[in-house]
């Protein structure tokens, strides 16, 4: 594998599950990021990891829950969602958080998510 | 505001120029960026400058900057079916670590 991969690419879930969203990074990166991407509207960045420490929860929800336990992998862990949410979550890496000022980042290829 | 405005949506025909704009908010942005979203894939880094530069060319991509007006263009030349996408530029922000503002993006369709 080569690149940002995640898993599943489509979920479909009730508003009472539970369920995760994984992706991993084959790049070498220590950062990483979580963004939401609806229809008609900018993306949303949700969370920054930056060697593995969080940097970043941009006012989300408490129903999303990140977590990195290390520098190739990013979960979204999803409980008690609501059909607003139903939308694409993509992650993406970059090399490291822009310290210098550039900051290219490599996105996963997203999680399509339909909330009922 | 956080605010990076792009018009909708593009359709030119193949063999023809397409300028993409966009109009950002922050005058201190060190790097602006466009990416490229293909149908079920993640956006895909296209090209970057530089904000002391005003021009970038990199093969048929054009990208002009105006700082004053905050306004930043893409221009690709000889368009062809392939470059139907979405185009998104981003400014980007220091709060701390380079946080990527993306706009809204550019549905661009190349018809033959």
């Known amino acids: 594998e080569t690149g940002v991969t995640q898993t599943p690419r489509h979920l479909v879930m009730g508003m009472t599950n539970k369920k995760s969203l994984k992706c991993e990074q084959h790049?070498?990166?220590?950062?990483m990021y979580w963004y939401k991407q609806s229809a008609k509207k900018p993306l949303e960045l949700m969370f920054v990891y930056s060697l593995e420490e969080r940097v970043e929860n941009n006012s989300v929800p408490s129903r999303f829950s990140p977590e990195c336990p290390n520098s190739s992998h990013l979960f979204l862990h999803l409980h008690t969602l609501q059909p607003e949410d139903s939308a694409l979550y993509l992650c993406?890496?970059?090399?490291?958080?822009?310290?210098?000022?550039?900051?290219?980042?490599?996105f996963g290829p997203g999680t399509r998510l339909t909330v009922l | 505001g956080e605010d990076v405005e792009q018009s909708l949506f593009l359709s030119v025909r193949e063999g023809d120029s397409s300028v993409i704009n966009c109009t950002y908010t922050d005058s201190s942005s060190t790097y602006l960026y466009w990416y490229k979203q293909e149908p079920g894939a993640g956006l895909q880094l296209l090209t970057y400058i530089f904000s002391n530069m005003d021009m970038k060319q990199d093969q048929r991509l054009t990208v002009l900057l105006n700082k004053k007006d905050k306004h930043l263009s893409l221009r690709i030349a000889d368009t062809q079916t392939g470059d139907s996408a979405i185009y998104f530029c981003?400014?980007?922000?220091?709060?701390?670590?380079?946080?990527?503002?993306f706009g809204t993006g550019t549905r661009l369709l190349v018809s033959p």
């Open positions: 993406a890496s970059s090399q490291d958080s822009g310290t210098r000022g550039y900051n290219e980042q490599f």
């Open positions: 790049l070498g990166h220590n950062a």
């Open positions: 981003a400014e980007s922000l220091n709060t701390g670590f380079q946080k990527l503002v």
